[in-house]
């Protein structure tokens, strides 16, 4: 099985920075895609980012694309997403999860969850 913690989250001011890690436990984790979702309040769960299991490739949600990146170290079982240039409708709840194959990872009913780390954007 696989379990994951995120971390990471915090306040920062608009157009600010953030980087936030998800570890991993279990021997099977480098077979895993990876992936990033968000929840705001009052808002539905929505995609933000996965990385297949070799880290070959990507995909990100066009809301976040060119200001996050997703990355994989399978040596530290530890996926991160980069968020530059951080606005206010980012502010949400991260949460981390995995499966199989990239394209389950994206439609969101992921095998595993983490239980999700708070980044707040000031405007």
């Known amino acids: 099985q696989v379990q994951l913690v995120e971390s990471g989250g915090g306040l920062v001011q608009a157009g600010g920075s953030l980087r936030l890690s998800c570890a991993a436990s279990g021997r099977t984790f480098s077979s895993y895609a990876m992936g990033w979702f968000r929840q705001a309040p009052g808002k539905e769960r929505e995609f933000v980012a996965a990385i297949s299991w070799s880290g070959g490739s990507t995909l990100f949600a066009d809301s976040v694309k060119g200001r996050f990146t997703i990355s994989r170290d399978n040596a530290k079982n530890t996926v991160y997403l980069q968020m530059n240039r951080l606005k206010p409708e980012d502010t949400a709840v991260y949460y981390c999860?995995?499966?199989?194959?990239?394209?389950?990872?994206?439609?969101?009913?992921?095998?595993?969850w983490g239980q999700g780390t708070q980044v707040t954007v000031s405007s």
């Open positions: 999860a995995a499966d199989l194959a990239l394209r389950r990872v994206t439609a969101g009913t992921n095998e595993y």
